[in-house]
């Protein structure tokens, strides 16, 4: 069956950079579109980045534009989350969601990770 492992995830000071990965079995990160959300405690869970199943289209929330990139490895069956200059305000816990479109279809989603950015 279809199952995302989210890791990474940690507690970085303020300007730091973490990498969150997201380990895919059940299915290949090449036929689905794989995304990333984040909720903050209290807040919806929001989109921050995706990557078409071609892998030739991103998608990146305003708010982390220019610091976060989504990458995919198909070797590795894994899709990673680079984040670099860490703001307070994006800590939350981030998940992984999958949008199959071959084999076994549907949208799935992995536990969570928590990143806490704090000084």
């Known amino acids: 069956q279809v199952q995302l492992v989210e890791s990474g995830g940690g507690l970085v000071q303020p300007g730091g950079s973490l990498r969150l990965s997201c380990a895919a079995s059940g299915f290949s990160v090449s036929n689905g579109v794989m995304s990333w959300y984040r909720q903050a405690t209290g807040k919806q869970r929001d989109l921050v980045a995706r990557i078409i199943n071609s892998g030739s289209s991103t998608f990146y929330a305003d708010s982390v534009k220019g610091r976060f990139t989504i990458s995919r490895d198909n070797a590795k069956n894994t899709v990673y989350l680079q984040m670099n200059s860490l703001k307070v305000e994006d800590t939350a816990v981030y998940y992984c969601?999958?949008?199959?479109?071959?084999?076994?279809?549907?949208?799935?989603w992995g536990q969570g990770t928590q990143v806490t950015v704090s000084s």
């Open positions: 969601q999958a949008n199959v479109l071959f084999g076994s279809r549907g949208v799935y």
